[in-house]
């Protein structure tokens, strides 16, 4: 008993469980945007048959995508609610829905959209003789078609849509060379036409009936019976008009049964599948017309009647429309006026607020960047301060040793010449011993001749000796200037430099005053100095 309860209770659980998943798994298809989006597609499948069921399951696609704030799915289903009025004479109607569709799809990125709101209203106006609003409908559609294939050339859907409406347009009212004109402008490029791009027996078809018009019925029954014949087993709406337009061209050509066959098949589309219910008028106008080149009257009479009464419910709707458009209208742009107040608004605060977030960047950034620049300065003022301290330092630093240097030369220089001047009061004494001995002793004058003449060599190699650390760049110097001045001229220039005059320097050297003229002449020479240039001032300079 307990394991029969207990396999009951298993049993339960189990059910229910199914139970709950299957529930939570059918809202997840409810909520789901590709369920939704089959829905529209179910809608505009019934929309001919049954528009109420159709109107009934856009509402209910229009509540979902409202609630999730899909602005480009909220205008898909709109203008499919208008597409739908329009079936059963709602006209106001499918004009509100579509002004609100147009309002909407301004505040989405979706131009595609944007286009197809147009080419709608353009051709829900024209259905009403308002050619102006049409237009201006037709060519803003044109611009954002252009727009959408320069930025990508396979998106050429758009493009073609509106120029095919055009050529509608133009052809409808009777400028049958402009409508071939937007109808060649449809096959953009050779890749549309391979690839099927463009609905071919519409195109064909529409070619046809412009070719009709201008009295090329050859051309005009090419691309009809073309059109009819890839269109014979598709269920489009556009079969309507291609029987019309067949009809006409067997009228013209006189062949009246043909004409009547066509007319009655384009007859029973619009009562039988509700397609263009708006061409009914015309074609049992034009049956009445063939009945009456057939000689039956009866019939074209009674033909004639019955497009009387169509087209007067048409114009008895169209003027009912007409009124209440007005009421619509100016109650929509009430709406829209204060939706738009209230967006400006919003706008306006949204950009005050941008405003002053920009500003109080612009100001931060300010900010950091003075610091940034004030930080900069004023490294670099203490980087230049150390510099200029350090070049002080240095050019103090350098004074000093110069004037420790000047100091040193001046001390030595002076020592030099007191050095030389000594070596002369001795060689002076030497000359006057050596006159002595001459004169008392001549046996002992030779030697010791010799002997002084071979000191006073040794003398000058210490004098030069000496010269040459208190001036230890002179001779470098001079060589590289004057490179071809003796060892000896040098001698000579080193005692110029001390300001030693001829007769010092020849007992310095001991030599006769005038080699010491004679000297100073060549070293002038070898120079390059004019008469009037110092010999001791350029000296001196080096």
Request: glycine letters at 2%; aromatic letters at 10%.
């Amino acid at each position: 008993m307990k394991l029969f309860y207990r396999f009951l209770c298993f049993l339960t659980f189990i059910l229910f469980s199914n139970f709950s998943l299957s529930a939570q798994v059918e809202e997840s298809i409810l909520d789901s945007v590709s369920y939704y989006t089959k829905r529209m597609q179910r809608a505009r499948g019934v929309s001919k048959k049954n528009p109420q069921r159709s109107l009934k399951i856009a509402r209910t696609c229009l509540e979902y995508f409202e609630a999730k704030n899909d602005t480009a799915m909220i205008s898909k289903c709109l203008m499919d609610m208008s597409e739908t009025q329009k079936v059963i004479g709602k006209y106001s109607l499918a004009f509100d829905n579509l002004w609100e569709a147009q309002y909407l799809s301004n505040f989405t990125n979706y131009d595609n959209t944007k286009q197809e709101v147009h080419i709608r209203l353009a051709k829900l106006y024209a259905l009403f003789n308002m050619d102006k609003e049409s237009m201006e409908h037709f060519q803003a559609s044109l611009a954002i078609s252009k727009d959408l294939y320069f930025e990508d050339e396979s998106n050429t859907r758009p493009l073609v849509s509106s120029y095919m409406n055009l050529a509608l347009r133009e052809r409808l009212q009777g400028n049958y060379f402009e409508a071939l004109k937007y109808l060649d402008s449809c096959l953009i490029n050779d890749e549309i036409v391979e690839n099927k791009h463009v609905d071919m027996p519409f195109l064909d078809a529409e070619r046809g009936y412009v070719m009709l018009k201008l009295d090329r019925l050859n051309e005009a029954s090419k691309y009809l019976h073309s059109s009819f014949k890839h269109t014979k087993d598709v269920d489009v709406p556009y079969r309507t008009n291609i029987n019309m337009f067949l009809g006409e061209l067997y009228e013209r050509k006189g062949e009246l049964d043909s004409a009547v066959f066509y007319f009655n098949k384009s007859l029973n589309l619009i009562e039988l599948r509700n397609y263009r219910s708006d061409l009914k008028a015309d074609v049992l106008f034009k049956l009445s017309n063939v009945f009456f080149k057939k000689n039956l009257d009866t019939k074209a009479y009674l033909y004639s009647v019955k497009s009387q009464v169509v087209s007067d419910s048409l114009m008895d709707i169209k003027n009912q429309t007409n009124s209440e458009l007005f009421e619509i209208k100016n109650t929509y742009l009430k709406s829209i006026s204060e939706k738009n107040a209230q967006l400006a608004k919003q706008q306006n605060e949204i950009a005050e607020n941008k405003e002053i977030q920009w500003r109080l960047k612009m100001i931060s950034a300010f900010a950091i960047l003075l610091v940034i620049v004030l930080s900069i300065i004023y490294r670099m003022r203490m980087k230049l301060k150390r510099t200029l301290m350090a070049k002080r330092e240095a050019e103090i630093t350098s004074e000093l040793k110069e004037e420790q240097n000047r100091t040193e030369i001046a001390a030595k220089s002076k020592e030099l010449t007191s050095y030389a001047l000594q070596l002369i009061d001795k060689e002076k004494d030497i000359d006057e011993l050596l006159d002595v001995l001459k004169k008392e002793s001549p046996s002992n004058y030779k030697s010791m001749s010799y002997r002084y003449k071979k000191g006073a060599k040794d003398l000058w190699d210490s004098f030069n000796l000496r010269f040459t650390e208190v001036n230890d760049e002179f001779y470098t110097k001079l060589k590289e200037k004057h490179p071809d001045l003796s060892i000896t001229e040098r001698k000579h220039c080193a005692l110029i430099k001390l300001k030693f005059g001829t007769k010092e320097m020849a007992r310095i050297l001991n030599i006769v005053p005038h080699s010491i003229h004679i000297s100073r002449s060549r070293i002038r020479k070898k120079i390059g100095l004019q008469r009037n240039d110092s010999l001791e001032d350029y000296i001196a300079n080096l």
